[in-house]
């Protein structure tokens, strides 16, 4: 290295000393604050960090009963010119841009990711929101159809899957349940392999025999595939988290009657299993009048 290198070396490894020191001693005066100011905001995230999780605290899904219909350019264009609409999509992509790319992912280190715990009992009727239709591809025929077209008259456990990581946090809620009322008639098990990311959405077709593999064959009808873009039905259905499993109990009218997410409690595995029971007893005693009516 020649003389003029290695000075023009040394200056700039001075710079870079001093701005380093600069900085680590701006950031040691703020964090102390002289009087322990520092500390005490590390203690207040390490307290949010271990508080207890609340309990679900508003029905969830959507207002407008759905039917079973895939979006056209004419629905967006509806939307655009719709005032009410583009304030809302305005106000959810402001909140979406303060998010930082790794927001979902550092998530799961509290508590895994779950945000709220699962009511013991089920959401009245009357407060109930409705489960959005959700388009996708059966496992087992490749065709195109609805979730309202499925659920509509039975008692539906709805699983929502994304990652490997989902689909242990669904089985955690569902398998119990499934167990018991799999042989019912009115009851059925739903799951939504959800790939919104257009590059994955086409990665998926590709291992459909695998998927296909770890599946139960008689689960295969009421597996669906989808692409749909969730981005404005997230927040109602409580999906604030990408990387985990959500479960949904779904009456005969489309309506969420109990919801849960991420990894499941005691608690939250037996509330599932019971409210699906009530629902089931409740739909069985309702065939017989209906015929009847006929």
């Known amino acids: 290295m020649s003389v003029r290198s290695s000075l023009r070396y040394s200056v700039t490894l001075h710079r870079f000393t001093q701005r380093q020191e600069c900085l680590f001693t701006r950031w040691n005066s703020s964090s102390s604050g002289g009087d322990g100011a520092g500390q005490n905001s590390v203690e207040k995230k390490v307290g949010v960090a271990d508080a207890p999780l609340p309990l679900l605290q508003r029905p969830l899904g959507v207002r407008e009963r759905p039917i079973a219909h895939t979006k056209t350019w004419e629905d967006t264009r509806n939307e655009l010119m719709d005032q009410d609409v583009r304030l809302q999509q305005r106000k959810h ?33 009357d407060k109930a929101l409705y489960f959005p239709n959700i388009s996708g591809s059966r496992l087992d025929t490749r065709a ?3 979730t309202t077209d499925i659920c509509q008259g039975r008692i539906s456990v709805i699983s929502m899957l994304s990652t490997r990581m989902s689909e242990v946090h669904v089985q955690g809620f569902v398998s119990p349940t499934n167990v018991r009322y799999m042989s019912n008639p009115l009851y059925q098990y739903v799951q939504i392999n959800l790939q919104e990311n257009v590059l994955k959405s086409w990665l998926v077709p590709l291992f459909l025999s695998s998927i296909a593999k770890g599946v139960p064959k008689e689960l295969h009808r009421s597996y669906l595939m989808s692409n749909q873009d969730m981005e404005y039905i997230r927040e109602p259905l409580g999906m604030v988290n990408k990387h985990i499993g959500y479960v949904y109990l779904v009456d005969e009218a489309l309506r969420v009657r109990w919801a849960g997410c991420a990894d499941a409690k005691v608690e939250e595995t037996q509330a599932l299993e019971q409210c699906t029971g009530v629902l089931l007893n409740r739909l069985a005693e309702k065939k017989p009048s209906q015929k009847k009516k006929r």
């Not at 790794?102 to 009245?124: C, E, Q, S, Y």
């Open 93 to 125: 992509l402001i909140n979406e841009a303060t998010k930082g790319y790794f927001t979902d992912l550092n998530a799961t280190r509290r508590h895994g990711g779950k945000t709220w715990v699962a009511p013991g009992v089920m959401i009245r009727e």
């Open 144 to 146: 195109k159809t609805h």
